[in-house]
């Protein structure tokens, strides 16, 4: 099945700076790349998916990268704000396509 | 759109009791929904796929007896704890896949289950 590792596990960022989250995937079969905040106490809320056909999607503040080479994608957030501290995860669904695998998760904590 | 509720929010139980969580996709049809458990600190762990109208599908290492998955419309679907135990304390959190996005999960609030 899939595997995915995602880094770091934990992000200090000073606000206004930005924040990279890197995340690799196994299974080159892989075709969609979400992205999830997950705030404590709720579920996660997507904010920005990639489909392998384009290698860069922006929304805002955010920005996802595809390198389906090397498997791996990353999460960019520009400008980061208090309002951004939160857990975010990345998943891959593998082969089968119809169930995700989720990264580890990374906390970031945005200072004020 | 594509809102998923889950209720409730929150339950606390007796062990030995069973509990019971509802799943709603409240304004698109999911012929599939997938149930995640979540301790503290962790990722998200897939328990089941459930797809409308057949048997879930259960991930390794889940009890199938255990966790029993309804999901009897296109709107919703549910998990019943059975014979509950401390150890099955957990946040659980579904997830509903929007046609015709196909790949794209949303998911519920969750529900934090407490069994003492």
């Known amino acids: 099945g899939e595997n995915v590792e995602q880094h770091p596990s934990t992000l200090s960022v000073q606000e206004g700076d930005s924040a990279v989250i890197k995340c690799t995937y196994s299974?080159?079969?892989?075709?969609?790349f979400p992205w999830y905040k997950q705030e404590l106490g709720k579920g996660p809320q997507l904010i920005i998916d990639i489909r392998s056909n384009v290698g860069e999607k922006k929304d805002q503040r955010i920005a996802v990268t595809l390198n389906k080479t090397a498997k791996h994608f990353s999460l960019h957030i520009t400008e980061t704000q208090p309002e951004d501290s939160a857990v975010y995860f990345c998943?891959?669904?593998?082969?089968?396509?119809?169930?995700?695998?989720f990264g580890g998760g990374t906390r970031v904590l945005v200072k004020p | 759109g594509a809102v998923v509720s889950q209720h409730p929010s929150w339950v606390i139980c007796k062990s030995g009791t069973s509990v019971k969580i509802e799943c709603r996709s409240l304004?698109?049809?999911?012929?599939?929904m997938f149930w995640y458990r979540q301790f503290p600190k962790q990722s998200l762990m897939l328990m089941a796929t459930s797809n409308e109208g057949s048997k879930a599908t259960y991930e390794q290492g889940v009890e199938k007896d255990k966790f029993l998955i309804n999901h009897a419309s296109l709107t919703l679907s549910t998990l019943t704890v059975t014979s509950a135990h401390p150890e099955d304390s957990s946040f659980y959190i579904c997830?509903?896949?929007?046609?015709?996005?196909?790949?794209?999960?949303?998911f519920g609030p969750g529900t934090r289950l407490t069994v003492l």
């Open positions: 997830s509903a896949r929007r046609l015709p996005e196909g790949d794209t999960q949303y």
């Open positions: 998943a891959a669904p593998g082969a089968a396509g119809n169930k995700l695998t």
């Open positions: 304004d698109f049809q999911a012929t599939t």
């Open positions: 299974d080159s079969a892989s075709n969609y």
